[in-house]
């Protein structure tokens, strides 16, 4: 069955640090992976999504990630964080076919120290 | 910008009563889907709908919870009666649909329920 493993529950950075949340996949073939950021009483929104191609990938806000297949990973990176930068990031794959379906992560958040 | 748009933001209920949620999705969007987020966790799908057609119902606690869209338009999602356990924020979902490549979902803000 398809999973998504965040492992790190809570992060904390200084601003102006750099910043790498980790997820890795369970899925047989490639899958459609994605990274979102969901602020306090906030719906989701995404920062970037791989589909195929370059295996890294540019989002908004500064973010990138990078697929590596050997791995089984997806680690969203930002080489420097800002305050406004604190939330709680999700990991998701989407197993792709005619459901569009999303499986998430169980996210991790993110605490920016001034 | 069009976005996905629900409404109560907040419910508060006593167990067993009945709630219900609605979902406006972005004009257009053929798919809807309806999520659960309990604290601490990631969303998990309950529901998707293809217009009014249910899709994906394989999470929803059919004993308590049903979910239409009637019109294919805009969705309730209906529980009766609530249990303690069903506290969590309901987030909807939207996509364009059509096509071999996937369809990005765009959520709505949510609905923060609380069970007494």
Not at chain 1, 49 to 70: C, H, M, N, P, W
Not at chain 1, 86 to 111: D, M, R, S
Request: hydrophobic content about 35%; aromatic content about 12%; proline content about 5%.
């Amino acid at each position: 069955a398809q999973s998504v493993t965040q492992p790190d529950i809570h992060i904390t950075v200084s601003e102006g640090a750099s910043l790498e949340l980790r997820c890795n996949y369970s899925y047989g073939a490639t899958p459609y992976l994605f990274w979102y950021v969901q602020s306090p009483g906030q719906g989701l929104q995404l920062l970037l999504k791989y589909f195929s191609g370059d295996t890294l990938v540019q989002g908004i806000k500064g973010f990138e990630a990078e697929f590596k297949r050997s791995q089984s990973s997806f680690n969203l990176r930002k080489p420097s964080v800002h305050w406004s930068d604190a939330a709680e990031y999700f990991c998701a794959v989407g197993p792709g076919g005619a459901t569009n379906k999303l499986i998430f992560g169980t996210g991790t958040l993110l605490a920016v120290q001034p | 910008e069009a976005e996905v748009a629900q409404s109560p933001r907040y419910k508060i209920t006593e167990k067993s009563q009945a709630v219900a949620f609605w979902c406006d999705p972005i004009s257009g969007h053929a798919t809807l889907y309806w999520y659960r987020q309990i604290l601490g966790q990631g969303p998990e799908l309950l529901v998707q709908f293809q217009d009014e057609s249910v899709v994906d119902d394989s999470q929803l606690p059919k004993d308590r919870f049903s979910a239409e869209r009637l019109k294919g338009v805009d969705s309730t999602l209906k529980i009766q009666p609530a249990e303690l356990g069903d506290s969590a924020m309901y987030l909807c979902a939207s996509s364009a649909s059509g096509g071999a490549s996937y369809n990005e979902q765009f959520f709505g803000p949510g609905t923060r329920l609380t069970v007494l």
